[in-house]
């Protein structure tokens, strides 16, 4: 099927998936891919299976975040919590303490732990943003100080060219008046 090198990548796919891939290269419409092709190496055809592999995985992760998130949602009835919805099960531990059973803890904990992990990426998230906006803001103040400064020389050679204007209408009209004309 595909060249021994695309293994890493084909493993972790599903063999439906991995055949689909050949058999939509052999009969792409517009594009179709020779057998010889497929089997060998190549970049289009490694590129086009990390292409189905991160598909697979991004399409896995929203799942998993679409469980997570219904199991946070979802109201849970006692008979999800206990194991014997009749009456509930209370365990008494050697020292001597009491216990309810935990297969709802374990799942709310289960839960936690995701929403921690997802706190923490979002965490990150922000982290980077925001040295990415730090810098952002750092070059649009760096270059409003620059135009600030060449608008400010330039404001003073205007006035020095309005002086040197002034001057040369003064003389000309001093010039004028001691003509004889």
Known sequence: MFHS????ITDRLPDSLVKRAYQSLLNHSKN???LEMISGKSDRIELYLRHKLEVYENSL?????NMAQEKLLRPRSLSECNVFPASPAIYVTDNGTQTENSACNHEEENNHHLVINELKVLSQHLLDYRQTFEKFMLDIEN???ERNNANKKLRGEIGDLKLQVQEAE??????????PH
């Open 5 to 8: 090198d695309y293994k890493l």
């Open 32 to 34: 179709p891919v020779p």
């Open 61 to 65: 992760n929203r799942k998993r975040k």
């Open 143 to 145: 270059e409003y100080r």
């Open 170 to 179: 003064k003389e000309l009209a001093s010039m004028k008046s001691n003509s």
